[in-house]
């Protein structure tokens, strides 16, 4: 008798973590993870713009634009004297243009896990962001967004094609 109560509760367990243990997942829509732009109207365009908007419309990702691309050294974030000197003009249009809003995009070649590349994406397009904000331009005008590897610009497998895709994109900026 004993026996029958302890399978019966097993059953009861058994069942119980059945039901509760597989709740859906949520989830994250790809607008919700595109940057924290504010104003409607200015995300709204930044997301078209993006290169995951294109990518969406069938369209290739942009090079450079008003606001040019900084390219960076393998597997690093840290910017180079070029890198700099492209940020600095950026700067100065992006204080130019009070009312104009960017997202920045880090992109990193194939090399590497997805994971591994989205968070080198991230810490490309945060040090860019700094950058800017230390030149004076204000924080709330600058998302960024990690595509790591998702989104090259190239394809083919070879060290000019990486260092193509190493790099911050800037969304073509909306006001």
């Known amino acids: 008798m ?7 509760a097993v059953l009861v367990m058994v069942a119980a973590v059945a039901a509760t ?6 989830r994250i829509s790809d607008e919700s993870s595109i940057g924290d732009a504010t104003g409607a ?7 078209e713009s993006s290169s995951l908007g294109r990518y969406k419309r069938g369209l290739g990702p942009e090079e450079d634009g008003v606001l040019k691309d900084v390219h960076f050294a393998y597997d690093s974030y ?18 130019e243009n ?26 490309r397009a945060k040090a860019v962001k700094d950058y800017l904000v ?13 595509y790591g590897e998702e989104l090259p610009l190239c394809r083919d497998a070879g060290e000019q094609c990486y260092a193509r895709n190493r790099r911050v994109h800037f969304v073509p900026p909306s006001e």
Do not use: F
């Open 134 to 146: 230390s030149l004076g331009v204000a924080s709330d005008r600058l998302t960024t967004i990690s």
């Open 2 to 8: 004993a026996r029958s109560i302890r399978i019966v």
């Open 78 to 95: 840290e910017l180079d004297g070029s890198g700099r000197d492209v940020l600095a003009a950026n700067a100065e249009w992006l204080k």
């Open 21 to 26: 243990g597989c709740a859906k997942k949520k």
């Open 98 to 123: 009070k009312r104009a809003r960017t997202e920045i995009e880090g992109h990193c070649d194939e090399r590497g896990t997805v994971e591994y590349n989205l968070a080198l994406g991230a810490k």
């Open 41 to 47: 109207g200015s995300e709204e365009s930044l997301n």
